[in-house]
């Protein structure tokens, strides 16, 4: 505790990074997710999931090594770890969409469109609206995961939360390793709850 209360203000500092790092990954994953979810036809799901499958199989190091090489940026820093982040939300995220819009009744887009409702406004005053509770649980299992991922891109010169474990271990201060654990599990643990008191406002029927 001594070691936490004298550096409150680093971890803090940490964690505003760790957030900013994973904020973009997980509302642009999340946004590809949906639209991958409503393009892609239902002849190529299969051949979709094994793709994603396989990309969210790939360990997070062994991606945020091979990404500078793909797309031309610079092995030490935040570009790869957000693309790489954001591409395991895509991967983890389309399903829980495509499962999401699977799920609402078909009554309901027949109906809408009965009620001279266009595919635009299908999507948005029904689809979507029915479609809320599935988007939120599996934004939320993208979330979670996000955090946790993102803890390992300080060994990629990101210093967010993940910064706590190296150097800790490096010094051999298990107060260091277990406040940066600590840190994640909470930030998880609010984050989490906030996706789900958002899912009640938006969708309160459920």
């Not at 393009?39 to 994603?52: K, S, V």
């Not at 399903?95 to 078909?106: E, I, K, L, N």
């Not at 993102?150 to 406040?179: C, M, T, W």
Request: glycine content about 8%; some cysteine.
């Amino acid at each position: 505790m001594e070691w936490v209360a004298a550096n409150g203000s680093f971890i803090l500092g940490l964690m505003v990074t760790h957030i900013a790092v994973c904020l973009v990954p997980i509302v642009l994953g999340a946004v590809l997710g949906i639209v991958l979810a409503r393009i892609i036809p239902t002849r190529f799901a299969g051949a979709t999931q094994g793709i994603l499958g396989s990309i969210y199989a790939i360990p997070s190091l062994a991606l945020f090594v091979t990404l500078p090489v793909i797309i031309g940026t610079s092995f030490i820093g935040p570009t790869n770890v957000v693309v790489a982040l954001t591409v395991y939300v895509i991967s983890s995220f389309y399903f829980s969409a495509r499962d999401a819009f699977a799920q609402v009744p078909s009554a309901s887009r027949v109906s809408a469109s009965a009620l001279g409702m266009n595919a635009r406004q299908v999507f948005f005053h029904v689809e979507l609206p029915l479609a809320i509770p599935g988007l939120v649980a599996g934004l939320r299992v993208a979330t979670a995961s996000t955090l946790s991922i993102a803890s390992i891109a300080a060994v990629v010169g990101v210093r967010n939360l993940g910064y706590l474990f190296v150097d800790g271990f490096q010094r051999k201060i298990p107060e260091e390793v277990v406040s940066g654990i600590l840190t994640i599990l909470v930030l998880s643990l609010l984050l989490d709850f906030g996706l789900w008191l958002l899912g009640r406002v938006l969708a309160p029927w459920r």
